[in-house]
């Protein structure tokens, strides 16, 4: 009942006492399908009406209090800023409340379903609009129909019994609800409904007649209600005798504004589970390619062939020397296959290039192990991910999904408290120690030499490349935050699969720019050195 001819009735009533005598100091868009007009009452407070002309579930509610405007919040219908008010009416025939300014100039709040508009109007002729295509700038406004309006059409039948019995049979129509809303004008095909409920659904204009008196005084001195459904959609009402769940109120602007609020929420948390799901659902699908592409056996093939020539050249000790870039050996693990040709690095001997081999061999054993863990781990994470699917597949209706996301914590950024994000990732290692991490070689040098303070400490894995890093809100005392840091670090480097990695750290200002470099280039001086197990985040 909402946006029923009655409803907007006591409302315009109620913003009459509000608004008469006050000024709009500006009309602009809000939110998606909002339009706000804000108003300096006659006694000096901020007083706000917030209009949906294009919105279904919602119609219009009103609130004392200054505005803080959206950055994508434009100011519309500009002529209408620092005019006064003189009154708020509502048109005898239809929906329609129009707010009386200073010139005779109106505006006119249009609620007709898509026809929906807020214009401004000057001696019948439009000079404003909303939406111009509805009603466009120039166009003539109807003026005023003769004749008796829906109050007093109404009154007439409530006080007539034979003129109502008289009309209910001339109008009388197949569907009992068209038939009600033909002979009451202003009883759309909810309140028809409802009033067709009170009789049973029987179709006796007699007892139509009584059950049409009884709610029409209710309609004149109402009851503003709002009650929550089983699925947790708010539902306004303005006749007596609700059910349980219902909170009555003193006012109907009261009424409509705690609708409009639980009506907003609702909408926004049927929004938010649906960003929650598609955000699951991208991360189950990084989790299932990272998963198709592991492949121990490449890397334990790889390990077995490394430590396979390392082999192969200590029994070619004999054949030593320097300077070659490649040796060729009878492949003893493989009788039946060819020689075996084994590259070698030309400044070491044959034992230094076989001890090469087998280091290589370890790393990528602990590379495989490495591997392996991250396996389960995403298997683990998959399993969780495809359980949350499975939840938010079974939420039936938007009350359940706003238990769901505050059982998963899931919070929406705070209007006006929007934050530029950061240009770096970051770990927040301690309560009080953050880990600023660079994403590439130019994003490096900015953190370094533009983020970072001369006594914030610098870390970088040692020997490999990767990303520059900057814990702030710690100190050198604080080992066990450098030591969470840098198994980070190690994690950001291409040493990352490595069991062990050596990270150094120091004191930002003993980092400096190598000449004639690349960005991200740098010289360290003063530096200690932590060997630690790669982590991508805190332990």
Request: hydrophobic letters at 35%; aromatic letters at 8%; a positive charge.
């Amino acid at each position: 009942m909402h946006r029923n001819y009655f409803t907007l009735y006591h409302a315009a009533r109620e913003l009459h006492e509000k608004l008469a005598g006050s000024r709009i100091d500006e009309v602009c868009t809000g939110k998606k399908e909002q339009v706000v007009l804000a108003f300096t009452l006659a006694c000096g407070t901020c007083f706000q009406l917030f209009i949906f002309p294009g919105s279904r579930r919602l119609c219009m509610f009103a609130r004392e209090g200054s505005r803080v405007k959206g950055k994508n919040s434009a100011s519309i219908l500009k002529e209408c800023a620092g005019k006064s008010v003189s009154g708020v009416s509502i048109s005898p025939f239809d929906r329609e409340i129009s707010i009386n300014l200073e010139q005779s100039e109106h505006l006119i709040l249009r609620f007709f379903g898509q026809e929906s508009n807020i214009l401004l109007v000057k001696e019948n002729i439009v000079r404003d609009a909303l939406h111009q295509k509805k009603n466009p700038e120039g166009t003539r406004y109807p003026e005023t129909p003769a004749g008796e309006g829906i109050i007093r059409s109404l009154e007439k039948l409530a006080l007539d019994r034979n003129l109502f019995i008289e009309r209910f049979e001339s109008k009388k129509k197949t569907d009992p609800a068209e038939t009600v809303s033909a002979v009451l004008p202003g009883f759309d095909r909810s309140l028809a409904r409802k009033l067709l409920e009170s009789t049973g659904g029987g179709n006796c204009p007699e007892t139509m007649y009584e059950m049409f008196r009884t709610v029409f005084y209710e309609l004149l001195d109402p009851t503003a209600s709002v009650k929550e459904m089983e699925t947790g959609e708010p539902v306004f009402s303005i006749l007596p005798g609700q059910p349980e769940n219902t909170v009555t109120f003193p006012s109907v602007l009261e009424g409509l504004a705690f609708y409009s609020i639980s009506t907003l929420k609702f909408i926004e948390t049927r929004d938010e589970l649906k960003i929650f799901r598609d955000r699951v659902i991208r991360q189950l699908g990084k989790k299932k390619k990272e998963l198709a592409a592991y492949d121990p056996e490449m890397l334990e093939k790889l390990s077995r062939d490394y430590e396979a020539c390392g082999h192969l050249l200590m029994a070619s000790l004999g054949n030593e020397g320097k300077g070659r870039k490649s040796i060729t050996v009878s492949n003893f693990f493989e009788t039946d296959t060819a020689d075996k040709t084994i590259e070698l690095k030309e400044a070491l001997t044959l034992r230094e290039n076989a001890e090469a081999y087998f280091s290589k061999a370890a790393k990528t054993r602990a590379r495989v192990a490495v591997m392996k863990e991250r396996h389960a781990l995403l298997e683990r994470e998959k399993a969780v991910l495809e359980k949350t699917i499975g939840t938010l597949e079974s939420i039936e209706n938007p009350k359940n999904a706003r238990r769901f996301l505050e059982e998963h914590e899931v919070k929406k950024p705070v209007a006006g408290n929007n934050k530029p994000a950061s240009p770096f990732r970051s770990v927040q290692i301690s309560p009080k120690a953050t880990l600023f991490i660079g994403k590439n070689a130019e994003n490096n040098d900015q953190l370094t030499f533009g983020h970072a303070k001369p006594d914030d400490i610098w870390l970088h894995a040692r020997g490999s490349s990767g990303s520059h890093c900057v814990l702030k809100g710690s100190g050198m005392d604080h080992l066990d935050d450098i030591k969470k840091a840098a198994s980070i670090a190690a994690w950001h480097s291409s040493a990352k699969h490595s069991e062990l990695v050596p990270v150094i750290y120091t004191f930002r200002k003993y980092v400096r720019r190598m000449k004639k470099s690349a960005k991200g280039q740098v010289i360290v001086e003063r530096e200690k050195v932590l060997f630690v197990r790669p982590s991508r985040e805190v332990d």
